[in-house]
C-alpha cells in the first residue's frame, strides 16, 4: 500500500528517541524514496482524487520543513532557489513497520533502518543507561518525551492497548527538573477534580459557632478535640452541646425556621428526665442563655440562668476536685471543666451588670476552681501546671514574677464588678465606698504586665479574653461614676435597651466623677476601632457600646462644648458598631434604634438653639460654617442609616 495514502496519519519526523512512527496500515517493509519517484507516485494518488482537492506534496526539504512553510516538492524547490539555501531532502519515515522478519536478532547490533541516516551512533548518545538490553514494545502514536520524569514505581502507558513497562526508561535527561508525576498529565484518562462536599445545615452551623462565637466564650471544648469526643462516643450529654452549638451558629447564618427548631430541640433535650446533671448539661444552658441574651429574650434567659447555677452548684462544679474526677486523665478536658464554671461565672456577672435585673448570684458562692490556661495552649492541648485564685492574688506581696492567663484577668475584672454591686447605695461624691472600688479599678489597670495593656497579643492578634476584661473594667468606671457626675442624664432617658433609665441630675462645672466617666466612655469607643470584624465580638459589648453612648449623648445635649466635633465623631463609631452588631444579635438592633433616635432628637434640638442669634454669641464666621457642616453631615448620615434600613426590610 501506498505510504503516502491519505488514510495514514501524518508524521513529518522519526520520534525523539530515534525509534520510528507507527503506521495505521497493515504491517509492510520500509520505503525508501528519492524525490523523482516521489513524484510519480503522487501523480497517481492526483489521479485517483477529486478535482476539487489541491495537489498535496509527499515530502518536503528540511528548510521549508524546519519553518513550517508549504513546499513544491521541486529540486530544489522555489523558496529555497528564491533564498539561495540549499534544498536537501531526507527518506520519508511514513509505513515502516519496524525490521524485516526471519532476520538475524542481533542484540548489540543497530539495524541499518532502525534510525534515519542522519542519527548519531548509539554508542555516542550520552543519555544511555548503563543496563543490559531490553526488549520495548512498539511505541504507540504518542510521541515520547525524555523531558518527563516517569516514577519508576507505577509506569505509565501511553496507550490503552500497549502493555505496561516492566523496566524503567532507558534515556533520561539529567537537566530536567524534577517534576510531580502526579501533576503532569501523562495519561489518556482525564481524572475530573475533588469537590468539596456540600455542607448539611447543620454541618455549617457547626462550623459558624467555632469560627464566631468559640473565641468570645471560650469554654466548650476546641473543635479538633470535640469531633474526637463525638466520634468516641463516650459521652451521652455531649449531644446535648452539640445541639446548643447548632442554635449558636444558626444566629450567624440565613437559617430561616431551622433556628427556632434547633432552640426548641436543644432546650428539650436539656430538660429530658434522661439528660444527667453532668458539666455537658452545664454547658449546653450556657450557651442557650447566652444566645437567648443577645436574642432581646433576657427573661427567659434569666430563668435557665437561675436552673444553671442551681445545677452547677449541686454537682460541684465549684469545687477544686470536679475537674479532676470528671476529666478522666485528660488534660484538655480538664481544663474545658475549669473554664465552663469561670465562664458562668462570668456571664452572671455581665448580666447582672449590663442589665441590672439579677444581682450575680455567683459572687457569693465559694469556689476554689483552678484559673484557666492562654488561649493558644486551650486550642493545641498544651495545658501548663494550674494557678489558683490566690495564686493571683497573692502575685505582689509574694514576690513570684509570674504572668497569668487572659481569661484570669477578665475574671478579676468581672470580680471587681461584683464587688462593686454589693456596695451600698452612693449618697454623695465623696463616698469612701467610691474610692475603695476606684482603687480596685485602678490597681486591676496599673498591675498588669505589658503584654496585657492591649488588646491585641504577641503575635497582633485580637486577645479577646483581655478585650472583654478592659471594657468590663470601663463599663464598671461609668456605673461608678455616672451617678455622680454633672452629665444631665434627662435626654437620654430613652435608651432602655440594656438597662432601664437611672436620672442623673446636672451640674455646673465638671467635676471628677463626670472626667472618669467620660474618659471611661471615649476608650470604650476606641475599642471599636480594633482592626478586627466586630461580630467576633461577644454580644455583651453591645450594651457596653450603649452605656458609652448614653454618655457621649449626654454630653452632646449640653448648651456649648469644646470638643463638640471630636464628640460626634464617638457618636458616630458607636452608632456604626452598634449597626454592624445588629446583623447577628437582635439586642444591638434595639440599641442601635434607641440611640441614633436620641441622637436625631438632640440635633433637631441643637437646630433649633441656633436660630437664636444669641446663640452665635462668640462664634467666628468660620466656626459657625464648620458647625453648621458638621450638624448636616451627622444627620445625612443618620437619614441614610435609617433608609437602609427601611429598604432592607
Not at 433576657?298 to 477544686?320: G, H, M, S
Amino acid at each position: 500500500m501506498d505510504p503516502f495514502s491519505r488514510d495514514a496519519p501524518h508524521s513529518s519526523a522519526a520520534s525523539s528517541n530515534g525509534s520510528p512512527t507507527v503506521s495505521s496500515e497493515s504491517p509492510g517493509t520500509a520505503t525508501s524514496s528519492t524525490p523523482s519517484t516521489l513524484s510519480a507516485t503522487s501523480d497517481v494518488r492526483l489521479s485517483q482524487s477529486s478535482a476539487a482537492q489541491p495537489p498535496s506534496v509527499p515530502a518536503a526539504c528540511l528548510a521549508c520543513r524546519s519553518k513550517h512553510l508549504k513546499c513544491d516538492g521541486l529540486t530544489p524547490c522555489s523558496r529555497c532557489s528564491s533564498s539561495n539555501c540549499e534544498c536537501v531532502y531526507i527518506a520519508s519515515r511514513r509505513g515502516y513497520k519496524g525490521p524485516r522478519r526471519n532476520t538475524a536478532q542481533n542484540p548489540n547490533k543497530r539495524h541499518a533502518s532502525s534510525s534515519p541516516p542522519y542519527s548519531e551512533p548509539a554508542d555516542s548518545c550520552p543519555m544511555l543507561l548503563g543496563r543490559a538490553p531490553v526488549s520495548i514494545p512498539p511505541p504507540a502514536v504518542h510521541v515520547f518525551n525524555p523531558t518527563i520524569a516517569l516514577p519508576e514505581q507505577s509506569p505509565v502507558s501511553y496507550a490503552t492497548t500497549t502493555p505496561a513497562q516492566p523496566n524503567p526508561p532507558l534515556y533520561r535527561n539529567p537537566f530536567a527538573p524534577v517534576l510531580d508525576p502526579n501533576a503532569m498529565a501523562l495519561t489518556t484518562t482525564t481524572v475530573p477534580p475533588t469537590q468539596a462536599p456540600v455542607l448539611s445545615l447543620a454541618e455549617r452551623c457547626f462550623d459558624a459557632f467555632y469560627h464566631f462565637f468559640h473565641a468570645g466564650h471560650p469554654f466548650v471544648l476546641p473543635k479538633e478535640f470535640f469531633v474526637r469526643l463525638l466520634k468516641d462516643n463516650s459521652a451521652p450529654n455531649v449531644n446535648v452541646v452539640l445541639a446548643a452549638m447548632r442554635y449558636i451558629g444558626s444566629l450567624y447564618l440565613d437559617a430561616g425556621p431551622a433556628r427556632a427548631t434547633y432552640l426548641d430541640e436543644a432546650i428539650r433535650l436539656c430538660y429530658l428526665s434522661s439528660t444527667a446533671k453532668d458539666g455537658y448539661l452545664i454547658q449546653a444552658l450556657l450557651l442557650i442563655i447566652i444566645g437567648l441574651d443577645g436574642s432581646c429574650e433576657q427573661e427567659r434567659a434569666r430563668e435557665l440562668l437561675a436552673d444553671c447555677e442551681r445545677f452547677a452548684i449541686e454537682i460541684d462544679l465549684n469545687k477544686r476536685e470536679f475537674a479532676s474526677m470528671r476529666g478522666h486523665g485528660n488534660n484538655v478536658l480538664e481544663e474545658s471543666w475549669r473554664r465552663t464554671w469561670w465562664e458562668l461565672y462570668v456571664c452572671d456577672g455581665m448580666i447582672a451588670g449590663v442589665h441590672r435585673v439579677t444581682n450575680f448570684l455567683l459572687f457569693d458562692i465559694s469556689a476554689d476552681v483552678g484559673l484557666p490556661c492562654e488561649e493558644q495552649q486551650y486550642l493545641t492541648g498544651r495545658i501548663p501546671p494550674t494557678a489558683y485564685m490566690e495564686d493571683f492574688d497573692d502575685q505582689i506581696f509574694s514576690g513570684e514574677d509570674r504572668e497569668f492567663s487572659s481569661f484570669a484577668y477578665r475574671i478579676a475584672a468581672a470580680r471587681n464588678l461584683g464587688r462593686f454591686m454589693r456596695m451600698p447605695n452612693l449618697m454623695f461624691p465623696d463616698d469612701e465606698n467610691v474610692a475603695r472600688v476606684e482603687a480596685l479599678l485602678t490597681n486591676w489597670r496599673i498591675h498588669l504586665p505589658e503584654s496585657k495593656r492591649d488588646d491585641l497579643g504577641k503575635s497582633c492578634q485580637l486577645d479577646e479574653m483581655m478585650f472583654q476584661a478592659h471594657f468590663i473594667t470601663h463599663a464598671c468606671t461609668i456605673m461608678l461614676h455616672q451617678p455622680l457626675s454633672q452629665l444631665d442624664s434627662s435626654p437620654v432617658q430613652a435608651v432602655t435597651s440594656c438597662a432601664p433609665h437611672r436620672p442623673v441630675p446636672a451640674g455646673d462645672n465638671f467635676n471628677a466623677h463626670t472626667r472618669h466617666t467620660i474618659t471611661a466612655a471615649c476608650e470604650i469607643s476606641k475599642m471599636v476601632t480594633q482592626p478586627v470584624p466586630i461580630l467576633n465580638h461577644t454580644h455583651f459589648f453591645t450594651c457596653v457600646v450603649t452605656l458609652s453612648s448614653i454618655v457621649h449623648l449626654s454630653k452632646w445635649a449640653l448648651y456649648f462644648i469644646d470638643d463638640e466635633e471630636d464628640l460626634r465623631q464617638q457618636i458616630r463609631l458607636n452608632i456604626g458598631a452598634l449597626n454592624k452588631i445588629s446583623k447577628v444579635w437582635k439586642a444591638a438592633n434595639t440599641a442601635w434604634g434607641q440611640v441614633r433616635g436620641v441622637a436625631q432628637e438632640i440635633y433637631r434640638e441643637k437646630k433649633a438653639q441656633q436660630i437664636s442669634p444669641t446663640f452665635w454669641v462668640g462664634f467666628t464666621q468660620e466656626q459657625m460654617i464648620s458647625n453648621i457642616n458638621a450638624d448636616e453631615g451627622i444627620m445625612s448620615e443618620f437619614n441614610s442609616m435609617l433608609t437602609q434600613v427601611t429598604q432592607g426590610q
